[in-house]
């Protein structure tokens, strides 16, 4: 951008700032709301004004567990999901671009699913896995049925599962904003440096790990974010694509319509602190990075 | 269309590129192309209480739109016709507001914020909210909206109403107000990156011709976002179109939507009833995109 002309501001300057303003209160107005409402005391309720408080009454009845809904169990399902889709979407985002990179024979066609995917009404993608896995149920339950003694047909359950079908459903989601993230990086990436490791005698392996991979290392973090808090908040994808245990969202989504105590606000507020320690996280490890990056001076 | 990136020959050694592509090819294969198959199959396929039975049947379409062919005794369309319209107008009602609402911060961001540092400050701001949930967005509107809300309490204060208005929470209106509440964003940061690949030039060029600014406006900026403009448009058609947690959030189980519809028919065991729905909204969806792209072809954009 560099220095702008200094002069008067333009026609339209003020109204657009104070509609930028009142957009800016309309994001984060509400959910302060609710952050505040939830440190209410026992008497509080959904609304103002604020009974009693600050206290954590709401975050102990939350730890006790919601009617039978166990809050615990589905927060560390949730979490284990996420981690795992983060590793996944930051590992094969980075190695689907890296591919990109070099004459990639159908590249076109892939490219184009990955967008496809991203724009598919998330209903419909949810519906295909369920569909998918409970079809996988019928053909194994056939096969024991025929093949094995009964009791292995009685005692099996489902192949949906958190692990299976949710895994994959997220990684529909999660995967085309890592590839697109990973081109924007690769774009602005100069090979210059991969060719000067390469003249120097690097092997391919290491003028990806010594050079390509220490430059991308805080976008690839940035991925990894987008990986993690995309799956933390998921429903859409997962809601047809999960067998009898539920991820935290899900129950959420559920609670909405049955608590009517702040605690579903202790609920949120504990959820989105949960993503901006990962966004602040992130942030701490890019930048991290970064100055190694600098003081290394890996790129000389 | 492929990412034009600089290509790298193949170095001796290294991973053919295929094997480097293959688990991210192999994610979409099985969870998202054999499902989407299975979807337009199990659509044909037909149904009783316990298992779906493999056949060639056009029943799950002709149930869907049974007694469509015309209005009923009082002037109304058939249940699929009502709820595709229904959301049809959500869409367009949500498309057109953050469509405005989008370019014009998008714009402000663009041209009127003058620093690097401030923009992708402003930037950063409008962005954050995506990487929270989009429920607990939705019941943030409680306090506020609520019968006991404090807009009630306020308009009540003030005497400007006597009783509390019932159609800020769990209405049409409030399922709007969320759409435009989550996915404003989706359109400013396309419209966003478009405008900052302007060159300022072509502005001044506008100006010392004597365009006013809202010429400039119009046959400057506007046609040179449009790609920006069409991959916003497209993403907030699309989540609309399919969308059943806003709708189910927002609308207290008052209101009809496309994807509350498949919803319930899988709860009902009726998958192939939902896969045939499900179809019948992905052609809308394209034909949508079809739409606009034919407005504006993308592949001269990129």
């Keep these: 951008m560099g220095a702008r002309v200094r002069g008067p501001r333009g026609p339209g300057f003020w109204p657009l700032a104070m509609l930028f303003a009142l957009f800016v209160l309309f994001l984060y107005g509400p959910v302060l709301t609710i952050f505040v409402l939830s440190f209410q005391g026992p008497d509080g309720g959904l609304t103002f004004p604020l009974n009693g408080g600050p206290s954590l009454h709401w975050y102990r009845q939350l730890a006790e567990g919601l009617g039978v809904v166990d809050i615990g169990a589905a927060f560390r399902r949730s979490l284990a999901l996420g981690t795992v889709v983060m ?90 904003f890592g590839l697109l993230i990973m081109f924007a990086v690769f774009n602005r990436f100069n090979p210059l440096y991969e060719e000067a490791a390469r003249d120097l005698g690097a092997t391919p392996w290491q003028a990806f790990r010594q050079v390509v991979l220490p430059l991308i290392a805080p976008s690839l973090v940035g991925v990894g974010m ?71 001076r890996v790129i000389g | 269309m492929t990412p034009g990136f600089p290509r790298l020959p193949r170095a001796r050694g290294a991973l053919h590129p295929w094997l480097q592509a293959l688990p991210f090819t192999a994610v979409f294969a099985v969870f998202f192309l054999v499902p989407l198959g299975l979807v337009v199959m199990v659509g044909f396929w037909d149904f009783n209480e316990y298992a779906l039975i493999p056949a060639f049947t056009w029943r799950n379409y002709g149930k869907l739109l049974e007694g469509c062919s015309r209005l009923n005794e009082y002037g109304d369309p058939c249940v699929t016709v009502s709820t595709y319209l229904s959301t049809l107008r959500f869409a367009l ?36 909210p995506f990487w929270t949930s989009n429920v607990i967005r939705m019941v943030s ?25 019932d159609w800020l929470l769990y209405s049409p209106f409030s399922v709007l107000l969320a ?18 690949r302007i060159d300022r030039a072509l502005l001044e060029a506008a100006r010392d011709a004597g365009a006013s600014a809202w010429q400039s406006l119009w046959h400057v900026v506007v046609p040179l976002s449009r790609s920006g403009i069409l991959i916003g448009s497209i993403f907030i058609l699309t989540v609309v179109m399919g969308d059943f947690v806003t709708v189910g959030v927002m609308g207290g189980g008052q209101i009809a939507s496309v994807g509350k519809m498949i919803q319930v028919q899988t709860s009902y065991m009726q998958f192939p009833l939902a896969a045939a729905n499900a179809v019948v909204l992905l052609l809308t969806v394209l034909l949508i995109i079809r739409g606009l792209t034919r407005v504006v072809d993308i592949r001269k954009e990129l």
């Design chain 1, 87 to 176: 590793g996944l979407t930051m590992a094969l985002s980075l190695l689907a671009a890296l591919a990109f990179r070099k004459r990639l024979r159908g590249g076109g066609a892939l490219f184009h699913v990955t967008v496809a995917s991203l724009i598919m009404p998330s209903i419909v993608v949810s519906l295909g896995i369920g569909l998918q896995f409970r079809l996988i149920d019928t053909g194994i339950k056939d096969l024991l049925a025929a093949w094995a003694p009964p009791e292995w047909a009685d005692g099996y359950g489902s192949a949906l599962g958190l692990w299976t079908s949710a895994l994959g459903a997220h990684l529909t989601w999660t995967l085309p």
């Design chain 1, 226 to 296: 987008f990986g993690f808090t995309l799956s933390w908040d998921e429903i859409a994808r997962t809601s047809q694509a999960i067998g009898d245990v539920n991820t935290l969202p899900l129950e959420l989504q559920g609670l909405t319509t049955t608590v009517t105590t702040p605690a579903i606000y202790a609920l949120g507020t504990l959820t989105t602190a949960v993503s901006f320690l990962v966004m602040a996280l992130t942030m701490l490890v890019a930048a991290g990075l970064r100055r190694r990056q600098r003081a290394g």
């Design chain 2, 93 to 128: 009602a949500a498309w057109a507001i953050t469509l405005v609402l989008g370019f014009a911060l998008a714009y402000f961001l663009a041209f009127h914020v003058r620093s690097a540092a401030m923009q992708t400050l402003l930037f950063v701001v409008c962005t954050v």
């Design chain 2, 141 to 165: 509107w409680i306090p506020l909206l609520g019968r006991n809300g404090l807009v009630n309490q306020t308009l009540i204060a003030t005497h400007l109403i006597d009783r509390p208005l």
């Design chain 2, 179 to 196: 759409y435009v509440h989550l996915y404003t964003m989706f359109m400013i940061v396309p419209v966003f990156n478009s405008m900052m």
